[in-house]
C-alpha cells in the first residue's frame, strides 16, 4: 500500500500560479503510475494530469494542456503538478493518485491510493 499527501493549495488569482507536491509514504513509488484529479463542487472528480512511473509519459486533460505540467521524482517519492495561467474553472479540490504499474487509466474507479485533497481557489 501506499499513503499519499498532498500540499501547495491555496487562493490565487486569475493568471497566476501554483505548485501542487504529492509525498508518498512508499519506498518502491516507481511502482505505480501517478494522476492529478480535481473535483468542483457539485461536480464529479475528474482528471487533470497523469505521468508513467519512469517519468517518460505524461497524460493531460485538454482543459489544462498547454498550461499545466506534470511530473515526479522516485528519489523522493513525489509528484508534483506545476499550474499555470489559472482560471476561475479550474478551482476545486485537488487529489493525487497511484496506481500500480499498468496501463495508463484516467477513471478514478483505475486508481485504489487517494491522498485527502488540497483546496485550490482561483479568483476572477
Known amino acids: 500500500q501506499v499513503q499519499l499527501v498532498e500540499s501547495g493549495g491555496g487562493l490565487v488569482q486569475a493568471g497566476g500560479s501554483l505548485r501542487l507536491s504529492c509525498a508518498a509514504s512508499?519506498?518502491?513509488?516507481?511502482?505505480?503510475?501517478m494522476a492529478w484529479f480535481r473535483q468542483a463542487p457539485g461536480k464529479g472528480r475528474e482528471f487533470v494530469a497523469g505521468?508513467?512511473?519512469?517519468?517518460?509519459?505524461?497524460w493531460y486533460a485538454d482543459s489544462v494542456k498547454g498550461r499545466f505540467t506534470v511530473s515526479r521524482d522516485n528519489a523522493k517519492s513525489a509528484a508534483y503538478l506545476q499550474m499555470n495561467s489559472l482560471k476561475p474553472e479550474d478551482t476545486g479540490v485537488y487529489y493525487c493518485a497511484a496506481r500500480a504499474r499498468l496501463i495508463f487509466a484516467s477513471t478514478p474507479e483505475d486508481y485504489a491510493y487517494w491522498g485527502q485533497g488540497t483546496q485550490v481557489t482561483v479568483s476572477s
Open positions: 512508499r519506498r518502491t513509488f516507481s511502482d505505480y503510475n
Open positions: 505521468v508513467s512511473w519512469s517519468g517518460d509519459s505524461t
